[in-house]
């Protein structure tokens, strides 16, 4: 799923642009009118209020796998360093305005169509809004569904480019849940071909060990340009998290206070496999949470240390690192994913900070 669609939101025009590319994030997704037409106005929401109450900011869609793992969904992500909102509750409840009028209006809207939506904002940092449309619309009424997955994360490209050559994904086995992130050799189609067949390698063999499913990636990609790659599996009986990787790609787990690295091996899936590929095993506690990273994340960017965020869906920790990361003055510079494994369905949709 290496196609990206990344707009800058700093005029009126842009609204437009960010319309028209969920429309076409929706095609990809072969979502029907009506779940397209969803997609599109919690687009339209987002981008407008990037620009009425952010002074601008940047959307980022994505395709990624729905509740099930059997059909795309279209994911949407807000991200701004503005202002930020006081009381999200509140500003939640249609009818509430801060501005003109359209504030409560656009985010509950965003809240209704979305299957799922979720935004945390604090005061003087910004807000960080996603939301997934999924192939059907959600069962619940008046509000965002239930289905939610302990996986989530963001993906841009380099220069805004259509193609990013980093992918991620995840599956479930019995009392396995795996998550995998691939970063193809290079930018463009050719790296996100490789990156792509490794996701679609995890759909047949996420019932086997990291080191295993890494070996069988490694015969997938022969073909392509090859990919680094990391495997992060949680047994959920036995409470234990498992990790491989192969490549220059990063991972760092969080468990109580403390923050650790996962070190991938030198090497390269599809080309130079190592002969030997270490495994780490470690406890997977009820307040775990690990974040996977392609190399487009600066090597040392600082782990997030805000609680609020933390307990958050996994997909606005992932946009939340990405974006913080990251800005105009410091753009990414390479094809940037980020992936975040929770323990947990997070069962609060909003956060905000005083």
């Not at 106005?41 to 796998?65: I, M, P, Q, S, W």
């Not at 939506?117 to 003087?124: A, I, R, T």
């Not at 790296?191 to 086997?208: D, F, M, N, P, Q």
Request: charged fraction near 20%; proline fraction near 6%.
């Amino acid at each position: 799923m290496g196609r990206v669609w990344e707009i800058p939101v700093h005029d009126s025009t842009r609204v437009r642009d960010v319309r028209v590319a969920a429309e076409a994030a929706s095609a990809v997704a072969g979502l029907g009118q009506e779940r397209t037409a969803a997609a599109a106005l919690v687009a339209t929401e987002l981008a407008t209020n990037l620009l009425k109450h952010a002074d601008g900011g940047r959307v980022v869609l994505n395709l990624v796998d729905g509740p099930d793992g059997d059909a795309p969904s279209v994911q949407l992500c807000s991200l701004d360093q503005g202002p930020g909102i006081a009381d999200v509750g509140t500003a939640l409840r249609d009818g509430f305005s801060t501005a003109d009028g359209s504030l409560g209006a656009g985010l509950g809207s965003c809240h209704r169509l979305a299957n799922a939506f979720h935004l945390h904002s604090v005061p003087g940092s910004g807000t960080v809004a996603t939301a997934r449309v999924d192939q059907v619309a959600a069962a619940r009424a008046g509000g965002a569904s239930a289905r939610e997955v302990p996986v989530g994360g963001i993906t841009v490209a380099l220069d805004h480019a259509e193609h990013s050559g980093d992918s991620w994904s995840w599956a479930r086995s019995g009392p396995l849940l795996t998550l995998l992130l691939a970063d193809g050799l290079g930018h463009g189609a050719k790296a996100a071909h490789a990156s792509t067949a490794a996701v679609e390698e995890l759909r047949g063999t996420a019932h086997l060990p990291p080191v295993e499913i890494l070996r069988r990636l490694h015969t997938a990609l022969r073909r392509t340009r090859g990919a680094a790659a990391v495997v992060a599996q949680v047994d959920t009986e036995r409470r234990e998290l498992r990790f491989a990787g192969v490549g220059n790609a990063g991972a760092r787990l969080r468990t109580g206070d403390t923050w650790t690295s996962l070190i991938s091996h030198p090497g390269i899936v599809g080309a130079y496999f190592p002969a030997q590929v270490p495994l780490r095993r470690v406890p997977w506690h009820a307040d775990s949470l690990l974040v996977v990273h392609s190399d487009g994340l600066p090597g040392r960017w600082a782990p997030p240390d805000d609680p609020g965020l933390l307990a958050r869906d996994p997909t606005v920790v992932a946009a939340t690192i990405l974006r913080d990361a990251s800005s105009p003055a410091r753009p990414v510079r390479d094809d940037t994913s980020v992936a975040v494994l929770a323990p947990d369905r997070r069962t609060s949709s909003h956060d905000s900070r005083p």
